[in-house]
């Protein structure tokens, strides 16, 4: 009979154990290569890439997937499966994970846990982004300021002062910009001067800085912030990849400030972008004659944007504004209270409030010398008095 349990015993152990090895075995991680390859896929887009992936149920069966099934799959086509099919990409994306590793540069998949939250949330969000640097991409407030390359003086000023005051209240705020001449640097040396972490998102490769007169800020922003992009280390900086670019500086942020634009311009693609994911949009006004302002009046004129002329602007907004607390007076002057107003106020630290006649009997004191003493403690700002003489601590 004994022998008889413990095989009972076995034969339970061995099917946990099954049950254990086929789970671990039917959802093993994808592997860092397979997740930088399906980025590389030409033609198919951040969108179609999550579909595809979704289709075969993970990253690695859509490369293992023979080019006669592929052509099958609606919306594919003969193109797109060829280069679906074409292996090549697995071979530079194990170049790309040996790059990575040796340069110490994070990487972010939209599907693993660390994605940052408000990407997520942005359909064509990159699939895969490279990050390098210490800084938390789900940081509490985020805000993405673009502009103009030919940013004015007075541009440079407004981006100092603007950040300069979100930053005595915000010490926490997170500035994110594309790392470009104009307003781009100048909102990231006014987060660094003001000691915030700041982001820069790259139309390239890491291997690359674009422009190179910039590498200096880039190496301060990896210290207080980070550097970020979607490019493989190699990619170099062509026209498309600003715009492309432009959709992870909104898609990153809780909002977006344009500071000067012209009537045209990559920051106004960015305000639309940022539009589009339904985030705020905030652009500093101009004169109608400043052709550095014409894109920031029409964000406003068309109502795509909010009028903004300083941080309270954005803090009132945003509801960011801190709640203004009032001074300890209590504490400062309980100290120089005399004997009967430590005792009133004790009284009504304990209870909560109380009227005149209440107040006059627990203490034991004369109603005309109360009422002197609770008009010097109003003076004080130690109380207040309510409706019906009710007293209550300030």
Not at 47 to 52: S, T
Not at 138 to 149: D, E, F, M, Q
Request: hydrophobic fraction near 40%.
């Amino acid at each position: 009979m004994r022998h008889f349990y413990e095989r009972e015993e076995l034969v339970i152990r061995l099917f946990f154990l099954y049950l254990f090895v086929s789970t671990t075995c039917a959802m093993p991680e994808v592997s860092l290569k397979h997740k930088i390859a399906l980025g590389l896929i030409p033609r198919i887009g951040d969108v179609n890439a999550r579909k595809l992936v979704s289709h075969f149920g993970s990253v690695e069966a859509l490369f293992h997937e023979p080019y006669g099934n592929l052509i099958k799959i609606p919306g594919i086509g003969s193109v797109l499966a060829k280069y679906i099919s074409d292996r090549s990409y697995l071979d530079t994306a194990e170049k790309e994970v040996e790059y990575v590793s040796k340069n110490n540069i994070q990487t972010y998949f939209y599907l693993d846990n660390n994605y940052p939250f408000r990407l997520r949330q942005c359909e064509d969000s990159p699939v895969i982004f490279f990050f390098m640097g210490d800084c938390d991409l789900n940081a509490v407030k985020i805000l993405s300021v673009v502009g103009t390359r030919n940013a004015t003086v007075r541009g440079k000023e407004l981006c100092e002062k603007i950040i300069g005051g979100l930053a005595a209240g915000h010490p926490d705020l997170l500035i994110v910009s594309g790392l470009a001449y104009g307003i781009d640097i100048a909102s990231h040396k006014a987060a660094l001067s003001n000691n915030l972490q700041t982001v820069g998102v790259l139309a390239h490769g890491f291997k690359t800085m674009y422009p190179s007169i910039h590498a200096s800020t880039a190496k301060a922003i990896v210290k207080q912030g980070g550097l970020l992009t979607d490019f493989i280390s190699g990619e170099l900086p062509e026209r498309n990849n600003f715009i492309k670019r432009n959709r992870i500086i909104a898609g990153l942020s809780d909002a977006t400030l344009v500071v000067e634009s012209g009537i045209k311009g990559g920051a106004l693609i960015t305000a639309d972008i940022a539009g589009s994911y339904n985030r705020d949009v905030f652009a500093v006004p101009g004169r109608p004659e400043d052709q550095w302002s014409a894109g920031c009046n029409n964000l406003i004129k068309y109502n795509k944007a909010a009028l903004t002329e300083c941080s309270d602007d954005i803090e009132y907004f945003l509801n960011w504004k801190p709640e203004k607390t009032k001074p300890p007076v209590q504490r400062t002057l309980f100290s120089d209270l005399d004997d009967k107003e430590k005792q009133v106020y004790e009284l009504l630290m304990k209870q909560g409030e109380l009227n005149i006649d209440t107040i006059c009997r627990l203490i034991e004191i004369p109603i005309h010398k109360l009422s002197s003493l609770l008009l010097q403690m109003e003076f004080k700002g130690l109380v207040n008095c309510y409706p019906g003489n009710v007293y209550r601590i300030n």
